[in-house]
């Protein structure tokens, strides 16, 4: 087929029975292994291809500003970097500090991280990612929940983190049918942490598509998903016009949300349509050329972000960025990424239900994020147990402010009933 992913390059690790006790307590009907990320031949190769693509010397039409897409002299600065300060051994070396798995569900191949708590009480919880990102829009998160810390609200809690990379992203290979859906990812990401590791219960967070996979696994699992946390929906977010008309306040910071949520609605979008209806056009365009993707996807990194991205607590630094756009073009997993838009064009409705469940939902909206929903939205679609607020960050929380993405998911532990 030609979605066929192209087998990922994992190194098998050696220590193998030490590795698969703590991957799996369950069973290894899946073949659970347990692998080290080496992708420094590929690297190389992306060197050379960045070295020979030219950029213009200067922009088109200056000051035309980000509104236009990605400014030449910010994909200049990176590329720059990527030739020559950017250290490809050393953030593979920090993506190897975390235990990486393959599992086989469903004949389909998902990679996944899996870093437990020691304690016995630990809530398992399953962080997922979207578009453009992957597992490692989550590393700075994983760690500190894995530690037991007293919540807000007075818990000491601590968690078993899973962090899976979604079928067609990283080392998941694309999905084998044309109309896989986010439901289908939700079905296998259930026996995942059910059948594969052994938990009966557990706790899920998403944003973008993940928010999609979470929301799914919330209302068709409710006896396995027993607490969710949120900070995006698969509900298209309501318009000023209907936030007026439900009579709804929007604090200051809530009104800067919606002024992002307009601009991306009105002139920010371009990317969305493109992936939902030609997904082949800029996935084979891209397909080959590292300064391709870095073009397509940094500017919108950027500019979903916290305008101080790049400065603490943020640490989505370039760095980040390149680490994140390296793993796509590594992985070979460009292509196969964009799809989920063409595959999923009714997994975003402006029809809120409720989802069939008590489990306790938990929302958190950053002020930049390029969605907003009202507290009183939110309360529509689930058993809303806690709405929350930040004034730094933005659609990727994990890398912009990773400190307060920590306590949000902390807050699990509150309503968290096993
Ligand atoms: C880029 O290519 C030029 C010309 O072949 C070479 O001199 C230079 O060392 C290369 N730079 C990098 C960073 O590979
Ligand atoms: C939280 O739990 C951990 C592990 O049981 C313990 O070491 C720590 O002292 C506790 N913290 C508080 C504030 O109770
Ligand atoms: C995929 O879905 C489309 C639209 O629902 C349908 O027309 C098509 O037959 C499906 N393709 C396969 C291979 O199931
Ligand atoms: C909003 O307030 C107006 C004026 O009080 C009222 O007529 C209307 O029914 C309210 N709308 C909603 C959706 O509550
Ligand atoms: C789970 O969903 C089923 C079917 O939609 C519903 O009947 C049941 O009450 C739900 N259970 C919980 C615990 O919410």
Redesign the pocket.
Known sequence: MFLQHLTPRLIVATAVTVALAAASAANNNFDVKPFKIDLTTEFSRLKSLVNLTRLPVKALYPGVGPEKGVELDFLSELRTEWLTTFDWGAQQAELNNFKHFTAVIEGLTVHFVHERSD?ADAIPVMLLHGWPGSFHEFLPVIEPLTQ???SATGK?VSFSVVVPSLPGFAFSPAPPAVNWTVDNTARIFNTLMTEVLGYSTYAVHGTDWGSAVAYSLYGSFNTTVRAAHFTFLPFFPPSAQDIAANNITLSDLQKVTEQRVSEFNAIGNGYLIEQSTKPNDIGLALYDSPVGQLAWIAGNIKLWSDPRSGTPPSVLTNTAILTSVSLYFLTDSFLSSVWIYAQNPTALTSVYTKAPTDAPLLFSQYEYNVGLWPKEYVAKVGNLVSYNVHDFGGHFPGLDNPSALTKDIRGIGLYFKA
């Open positions: 304690e037991s810390a007293v000491n």
